[in-house]
């Protein structure tokens, strides 16, 4: 493997590839290779199949032939995407796959990460993330991360959702307090919670810890939620409310979700994209991927065949 360079936003059509195949009706897709799996294991690159629909929708984030190293081991492979705006993008794979990785990158949070390498670019909006001079703290309050385990700050439910208006200088108690309550009610926690605004964030349970902190991922008004595997450590019933939250939340924000659970994704997504081993396999409408994929590859993954 060639030593990784610095980082550049590239030139080339993130989609070229993927477009050129729909365009000439001569998509992998329709021919899928059956070492496609064992070639990529092997180091040998695969285009991603990308399907029309995707390429039609107005996207939020852009991710262009990204790849990214930690130290000389490559986790992801040129990866290009684009993530739709207002709609639910759920990232699906096997575990190590490099889903995680990918969603952090979108907010740069792998930068704590020593020895880190990337190369490729991913943009917010029209602007590249990793331009120089952009303020990371800035760009990380244009998107809210909800992690895999709740982590309510050890304090009151009020401050837990006005912290990042809190570290942002804003000390109008109105201002706070709307805040506050436009935020929970946006969680669906509002009417739980409401007479115990000033007890700790750590007495709520399971569920409603995780909601809580939905609520303060939103309290900045971001653009973008990027969700970590936010149920994984819930029970069914709390993972119900977290999921019909999450359709409710689409409409004023673009949801990028890691998941695990292909039933999960398939309830709640609009779009998914089947990473293997740091690349992009397959990306496109929830419902063709989980009822009629591209590739036998993706339907062996989605139907449990594997993985």
Known sequence: MSTPSPHFSSSMPAYGGAMDEIRTGKSKATSAQPNRLARIASGQKVEAVIHEQVLKETPSVEI???????GKKQ???????????????ALIGPSGCGKSTLLRSVNRMNDLIDGLTTRGDILLGSDSIFAPGVDVIELRKRMGMVFQKPNPFPMSIFENVVYPLRIDGQRDKSIL???????????????????????????????????????RAIASDPEVLLLDEPCSALDPLATLKIEDLIGQLQSEYTVLIVTHNMQQASRISDYTAFMYLGRLIEYGPTSQI???PHLKETEDYVTGRFG
């Not at 262009?64 to 930690?70: E, I, K, R, V």
């Not at 986790?75 to 993008?89: E, F, N, Q, R």
């Open 75 to 89: 986790a992801l492979h040129d990866i290009s995407m684009p993530i739709p705006k207002g709609k639910v993008t």
């Open 290 to 292: 989980f009822t009629k």
């Open 64 to 70: 262009q032939h990204f790849n990214l190293w930690y």
């Open 177 to 215: 307090s709307q805040v506050c309550e436009k935020s929970l009610r946006g969680s669906a926690l509002w009417e739980e919670v409401k007479d115990r605004l000033h007890e700790s964030g750590l007495g709520l349970s399971g569920g409603q810890q995780q909601r809580l902190c939905i609520a």
